[in-house]
Nanobody, 125 residues
Framework: QVQLVESGGGLVQAGGSLRLSCAAS????????MGWFRQTAGKEREVVAA???????YYADSTKGRFTISRDNAKNMVYLQMNSLIPEDTAVYYC???????????????????WGQGTHVTVSS
């Protein structure tokens, strides 16, 4: 069982930056593929970025060039650095973990086994 706890959300003006953190429990964290997703009311959960156990990265088109996902296996942490934020980035952001070795399909919420409770990000115009 893996527990994920997000932090770092808040209110920021458009053009600003935030860094989200996800703390993971479990001794095999380094073998998990990790993802950040976001969701707004009435919409499906969508991928923001994902990082494989070996360091491969995937970004949604909407976040490419603005967001950076990283991980620190020694600390069981995953981070999402968000720059040049726009109001459309407003959402609840979730951290997710999957135990599968393959990184294929990591843009889909359905492949993830564990989820955090989410952290709110609000970008004002």
């Amino acid at each position: 069982q893996v527990q994920l706890v997000e932090s770092g959300g808040g209110l920021v003006q458009a053009g600003g930056s935030l860094r989200l953190s996800c703390a993971a429990s479990g001794r095999t964290f380094s073998t998990y593929n990790m993802g950040w997703f976001r969701q707004t009311a009435g919409k499906e959960r969508e991928v923001v970025a994902a990082i494989s156990w070996s360091g491969g990265r995937y970004y949604a088109d909407s976040t490419k060039g603005r967001f950076t996902i990283s991980r620190d296996n020694a600390k069981n942490m995953v981070y999402l650095q968000m720059n040049s934020l726009i109001p459309e980035d407003t959402a609840v952001y979730y951290c997710a973990a999957q135990e599968k070795i393959s990184f294929r399909g990591s843009y889909s919420p359905s492949v993830y086994d564990y989820w955090g409770q989410g952290t709110h990000v609000t970008v004002s115009s």
